[in-house]
């Protein structure tokens, strides 16, 4: 695995939990990890709430941007390490050929986006917030860097099954 560990995470729009899971990678990992993110089908830009409860706990949004997969397919892209999908429609779309075959799994977590109130969407992203930042903290006690592939797709799929 290359040092610090390339983390994809995707779904399909990249705008609600994509863009919460790079900022928490980036934020968490301290230094072991870059993340990024994409979607199949991007919307264009990041939501706004997600933006908003980002900004309101101080991380760095500066980065944050809607893009495609395709990206990430590039010869001139990073070699990524592991992928991990955040909604079910990303994990059941065929996925571009990734250079490098890198560890996948799927963290599937109910969109946020779109509900029919400003409170309602609010309290929905601070969820999928707190969700993320336990799965990433699971993620983070383990030995990821050298662990087998196998073990470690393994791994990060019961993470994906908590909560």
Partial sequence: ????????????????????????????????????????????KPNPYAIELLQEKGLDVSHARSKSWDEFAADSAPKLDIIIT???????????????????AHWGLPDPAGLPSVEESRVAFRSTYDALTRRIEKMLALPFESMPPAELRAALQAIGQTE
């Fill in 86 to 104: 955040v909604c079910d429609n990303a994990a059941g779309e065929v996925c571009p050929i990734w250079p490098g075959h890198p560890v996948t």
């Fill in 1 to 44: 695995m290359t040092y610090p560990t390339q983390v994809l995470v995707l779904c399909t729009g990249n705008s609600a939990r994509s863009i919460l899971g790079e900022t928490l990678l980036n934020h968490l990992g301290g230094g072991r990890i870059q993340a990024y993110s994409a979607g199949s089908k991007p919307a264009g």
